[in-house]
């Protein structure tokens, strides 16, 4: 039972942690006081850059008792405000997909190298970081459960490819290898509705445990309450199967008496 009087503590702060090929970038942590044990989220912040909502997002997991990083994808891109870093990385072509999973991948060693952790990590991501959520998923072996939230260019034709993102993600399906939660908008464009649907039916294809949740009324960014694509609604939904999803899978095992 939940006892109101009960002690609640959190630290929160920037780090530094190793990411792709071993390079050091920095990261935002926040963690529950106590000795644990707790499981671990990386937050992947989406395409506007490593901003405020993402600071809360990761203090938000921690409150619900989960140790979470949340590594700067663009640190190579230099200092400014989100803004500014983000236009430069769009500019130059977006994050390269081998360096966002590798970042990713260090974020989740750190995690799982912390005393109280008990070796259970997801990860969580918006707009493009629910892209990079579900590559990691797919391409980083030891995931445990992995969301994605109107994750863009999973599915993508020939045309889209580049050279920093040179495989479409859904072709990397059959090695998911964790639970996948997927939350959707109706109206959005990026991914489509149709979308969404051709990417279960590759998960449906390939017997993957999955749960998808498309949102009426909602469109691309419908958590952001600082935006006009806000739904209120829907948005309370989509924390509370997440925080049910992450339960189910990453939380410890009560005790036996």
């Known amino acids: 039972m939940y006892q109101t009087d009960m002690y609640e503590g959190m630290l929160a702060e920037t780090i530094v942690h190793q990411g792709h090929h071993g390079e050091v970038i920095n990261a935002y942590f926040a963690r529950p006081l106590g000795q644990g044990p707790f499981p671990g989220m990386v937050v992947i912040h989406h ?72 070796s259970r990590v997801g990860v969580f991501g918006t707009c493009s970081g629910g892209r990079h959520a579900y590559l990691v998923a797919c391409r980083v072996k030891g995931s445990d459960a992995a969301v994605d939230c109107w994750g863009g260019r999973v599915v993508m034709a020939q045309e889209d490819l580049t050279p920093r993102q040179p495989v479409a993600p859904i072709e990397y399906t059959q090695d998911l290898s964790c639970p996948l939660l997927g939350l959707f908008g109706a109206d959005d464009r990026n991914p489509t509705p149709e979308q969404v649907a051709q990417h ?55 005790k036996s008496a």
């Open 200 to 254: 279960e039916q590759e998960l449906k294809k390939h017997g993957k445990s999955y749960e998808f949740h498309m949102y009426p009324g909602a469109g691309h960014g419908f958590f952001y309450y600082d935006r006009r694509d806000y739904r209120q609604a829907q948005a309370v939904d989509g924390w509370q199967k997440i925080f049910a999803f992450l339960e189910k899978y990453l939380s410890t095992p009560a």
């Open 47 to 118: 395409a506007p850059g490593w901003d405020e909502w993402y600071r809360e997002a990761t203090r938000k997991f921690a409150h619900h008792g989960y140790a979470t990083i949340s590594p700067n994808l663009y640190y190579r891109a230099g200092h400014g405000t989100p803004e500014d870093v983000a236009a430069k990385v769009r500019a130059a072509g977006g994050v390269p997909d081998d360096q966002a999973v590798g970042d990713v991948a260090g974020a989740m060693q750190y995690l799982r190298a912390l005393p109280y952790s008990n």
